[in-house]
């Protein structure tokens, strides 16, 4: 498994962020697609090999969606496709939706979120790849984010972790 993400949240269980869920999580705070094109493909390609078949796991989008995601999703999406009928054709792609904010406090807006996830979810159905699929914590889980609006506790995070892991893997 690789997890992808742009908060070290998901890759972390303790507060000071020192243990791992996974060897092979890519993380940085703050990131956006600029690092995901820049760093985190090839990261991904360091990791992963045509040996063996890796769920490659991406939560991406929030540092990026503004108050209308929907040409972040595609963009996202282009650049995802492209490598899913490529370099990660042997490998299964899961795209995380990404989660609730609370507006007025980030950069993001519910509104951006909402587009963002309507937008990525509906190009996946539509792909006919079948080793992209599209992992919905949004709708599926009771996601209230933290004080700051845009992060979560540990014990969601848990929740979100697991989800992915239990019901999109």
């Known amino acids: 498994m690789v997890l992808l993400c742009s908060s070290q949240s998901l890759c972390t269980t303790s507060s000071d962020g020192s243990t791992c869920y996974s060897d092979n999580c890519i993380a940085q705070k703050n990131a956006g697609q600029s690092w995901f094109n820049n760093t985190a493909i090839n990261r991904i390609n360091n990791v992963v090999n045509n040996n063996k078949t890796y769920n490659i796991i991406i939560n ?89 609006g845009l992060h979560y506790n540990i014990s969601t995070t848990n929740n979100i972790y697991n989800y992915i892991i239990n019901s999109c893997i």
Do not use: Q, R
């Not at 995601?69 to 990660?88: F, L, M, P, Q």
């Open 60 to 148: 991406m989008g929030v540092n990026d969606v503004g108050s209308n995601g929907t040409s972040v999703a595609e963009s996202y999406y282009n650049t995802i496709a492209n490598y899913a009928k490529g370099d990660w054709k042997n490998h299964n792609i899961i795209i995380v939706s990404v989660n609730p904010v609370t507006d007025g406090k980030s950069n993001a807006y519910t509104s951006g979120v909402e587009s963002f996830n309507e937008k990525m979810n509906s190009l996946i159905a539509s792909s006919n790849l079948s080793n992209l699929s599209y992992c919905d914590t949004y709708n599926n889980l009771n996601i209230v984010p933290s004080s700051d």
